[in-house]
């Protein structure tokens, strides 16, 4: 039984029904948003995990899941949520206790999402997902189509040419097609298969990671080495760990003697096979680094290397469905961006590079609001992959770097994404992104545009409305242009584009009366529908990062691992290195925010933090140019102290609105060789003195980088996140000996 909570936990003021207004950082007064919070959502706020008791209209009651004794409703306002997840401290999982995503879960051998699984597993995944798709689209759409060996066959036979089609797109890499271009294709599955498919994708709620098969579960889980042996083995593997610095094939000498000699006292039927040489090669490996380091080499020179380096269709809600596509602007703009018209030649101007820009948008079909907008030269999955991270993300920047009088603040994680058939949506890319937001995604029919009707009108308007004026523009048709000269004519600069494109968006789109929502404006009706059915949150910085983030390779030493010239640095990673010594780790980066970094270990992300400095919320763009400004100051030292580096950073911090107005939607989306390119040109022949002057303060770091950015606070750590496997797990030694070897569970059924 439950405890209610006090009538007086919300404050009077939150209880009437006037809306609520919170002054955001620029001092014009922000709505606050009203989450809509399922009965089996999981909710982590501060830290904690709740689940949802009941909803009214001034907030939401929720009660602690691991709480010990009575559990006790807790009451907690719209406005207190709000700003918990502005502050990244309020994250919610939808659907997570549902029987559906419990046996997915199960299925899937514990895994969450997607982005528990490495790369070729998930690839795997969507492929499977890819047909369980089209085969249920073709059995709900073909009325004479049954689920029998014959109608299997049939519809095999008819999703096949859908799947090669795209293969064939997605092979091209968004470049134009070349008949010599290699595509790399996979057989049909069979009927059998298909079967196995869809019982586990159906019986998980339609979730993906319900189709994983149970490989990650395989091999000989039983011990085929006796006791005794094994108990032979333990101790010549710590021999191995000793000053002496014996050689495995010494070590294996050794234990294969003890074999012999306890094999003399047993009958010949009982006695016990040698392992092999290889076997109890795995088997010292398996050991813990830290510890075969330090009985080695010493436990100081252990402490040495692994020393931690830190300091301290129809659409009711909002964000139920959101329509996404790319459409090539009817405009021609000219290229390079920094010239400036005014004070050319129009024979100078001719020689401009010409080039037409594509638009991607994310549109909410419930509001009519535009979610997101992206610019690039074509349509590719880079550019979607960044539209649909926008869709999710806070906008108040680029509203204020266009110079909007109004605000930006939709935000939610869609329900349905629906995207046409270009090879760009089609990609892994994004088809793992909108599946890691526990949303689904729908690709209208080829050649049928009026599926995703609002978005082709949303297009429709801003050719006759935003560029009306403009001229170079292209128009829709042959007979519309005429003998118009678009290209003679052309006159905006490609980089004007972008900010009068969010200005058109922010202030005039949204603040316009629109006949399909009879006569609001998208920006009310936004509001309204938030106020009668809220929304589900967006996903936090950690979830961003984590989906959206730019996929590195990064070596991990003492000072944990470094990104963009910073050195990120926890327990955990710490933790890890220690079981499995120093190696090459799976990192993700955002490069809007250098605070975090994301680090897989072992089977999950973590949340690693930089180890000095509030790098929360500097981009990779802004600290490229502290470090630029850097070195134009001191081009003739090679080393720096902290005293110099603090203060270049306070400045750049102190004219933080210059680096807000340079943000654009035309930016060019950063990838991971955009990052190494940037970091070949950070920190040449650069250093840090500590106070002291000698540099050697390992925490300090000798690292221009280092303490750039003053500290102010601690680093959170990532909620929910799996413990490292403990030193020891893999070495049992009362492990049971068997004959045979069991049969590896590598298909789904087996896991049942």
């Known amino acids: ?76 306002s719209h406005a207190e949520l709000d700003e918990a997840h502005r502050n990244d401290e309020f994250s919610v999982d939808p659907g997570f206790y549902s029987e559906a995503k419990i046996r997915s879960r199960w299925l899937a051998a514990g895994a969450i999402s997607l982005m528990d699984l490495t790369g070729p597993e998930q690839r795997i995944v969507m492929r499977r997902q890819e047909w ?78 319900a189709l994983r098969d149970g490989h990650c579960n395989s091999g000989n889980v039983m011990s085929t080495i006796a006791p005794a042996v094994r ?67 010493g436990p100081a020179a252990a402490q040495r290397k692994f020393f931690i380096v830190g300091e301290g269709s129809d659409a009711v809600r909002a964000g139920q469905r959101i329509q996404m596509d790319g459409h090539k602007a009817q405009i021609i703009t000219l290229a390079p961006a920094q010239a400036f018209l005014g004070s050319l030649s129009k024979a100078t101007i001719e020689m401009f590079k010409k080039e037409r820009i594509v638009v991607h948008v994310a549109l ?53 994404v629906e995207t046409d058939t270009g090879s760009a949506w089609h990609s892994d890319l994004f088809r ?6 526990r949303s689904t995604l729908r690709n209208g029919p080829v050649g049928a545009p009026q599926m995703r009707g609002h978005v082709e009108r949303w297009f429709g308007g801003l050719d006759t409305g935003f560029l009306h004026d403009y001229t170079g523009r292209t128009f829709g048709s042959i007979e519309e242009k005429g003998d ?49 059915y809220g929304i589900v949150p967006p996903p936090g910085a950690n979830e961003r990062r984590s989906i959206f983030g730019v996929d590195l390779t990064r070596s991990l030493d003492q000072r944990g691992v470094r990104v963009g010239g910073i050195h990120y640095q926890n327990e955990a990673i710490q933790a890890y290195r220690r079981q499995f010594g120093d190696g090459k780790i799976p990192v993700k980066m955002d490069p809007s925010d250098m605070g975090q970094i994301s680090c897989y270990l072992s089977d999950a992300w973590h949340a690693v933090p930089a180890i000095r400095g509030n790098f929360s919320g500097v981009s990779l763009a802004q600290w490229s140019e502290a470090v630029k400004d850097l070195k134009r100051r001191n081009q003739l030292k090679s080393k720096l102290s902290e005293d110099i580096v603090n203060r270049a950073l306070a400045e750049l911090s102190a004219a933080g609105s210059r680096f807000a107005k340079r943000l654009d939607i035309s930016d060019p989306v950063i990838t991971a060789d955009g990052v190494v390119n940037l970091e070949r040109g950070l920190l040449v022949g650069f250093d840090i003195h500590g106070e002291d002057g000698d540099g050697a303060d390992a925490c300090r770091g000798g690292d221009l980088l280092g303490s750039a950015i003053p500290i102010v606070g601690g680093a959170k750590s990532e909620p929910g996140a799996k413990p490292l496997p403990k030193p020891g797990d893999r070495m049992s030694s009362t492990a049971k000996t068997t004959k045979a070897k069991r049969k590896p569970r590598g298909k789904l059924e087996d896991r049942r």
């Open 1 to 76: 039984m439950r405890a209610s909570v006090a009538p007086d936990r919300f404050p009077s003021a939150v209880r009437t029904k006037t809306m609520l207004f919170v002054p955001d950082h620029s001092g014009s007064p922000r709505r606050n948003r009203r989450f809509v919070i399922g009965a089996l959502d999981r909710i982590v706020l501060r830290g904690r995990e709740y689940r949802w008791e009941k909803t009214e209209e001034s907030g939401h009651f929720l009660f602690a899941v691991h709480a010990p004794g009575e559990q006790i409703v807790e009451g907690f």
């Open 132 to 209: 369980c798709d089209e085969i249920l689209r073709y059995l709900a759409n073909t009325p004479e189509a049954k689920r029998t060996e014959d109608g299997f066959k049939t519809a095999i036979a008819v999703v096949h040419p859908i799947i090669v089609a795209r293969d064939v797109a997605r092979s091209g890499d968004d470049k134009a097609a070349r008949c010599d271009r290699k595509v790399e294709m996979y057989s049909p599955p069979c009927v059998r298969t298909i079967r196995r498919w869809l019982k586990a994708y159906e019986a998980g709620g339609m979730d993906p990671i």
């Open 231 to 297: 108990k032979i083995m333990i101790k010549h593997a710590n021999g191995f760990a000793s000053i002496e610095k014996p050689t495995v094939k010494k070590q294996y000498g050794e234990v294969c003697k003890d074999v012999d000699k306890l094999n003399e006292s047993l009958p010949e039927d009982d006695r016990h096979p040698k392992p092999a040489k290889a076997t109890f090669a795995k088997f010292i490996k398996k050991m813990p680094a830290i510890r075969i380091y330090a009985g080695r080499h």
């Open 364 to 416: 909410d079909v419930a509001s009519r609001c535009v979610l997101a907008a992206r610019l690039s030269s074509s349509e590719n999955k880079e550019t979607a992959l960044a539209t649909l991270h926008m869709a999710v993300s806070d906008k108040t920047a680029y509203a204020l770097a266009a110079g909007c009088e109004s605000d930006w603040p939709m935000a939610a994680r869609p329900g349905m």
């Open 432 to 437: 793992s992104a909108v599946a890691n937001l």
């Open 484 to 532: 118009y000269d678009a290209g003679a004519q052309a006159s905006m600069l490609s980089e004007e584009f972008g900010p009068l494109l969010v200005k058109y968006i922010v202030d005039v789109y949204h603040r316009r009366e629109h006949p399909g929502l009879n006569n609001m404006t998208p920006y009310d009706k936004w509001f309204e529908l938030q106020e009668r």
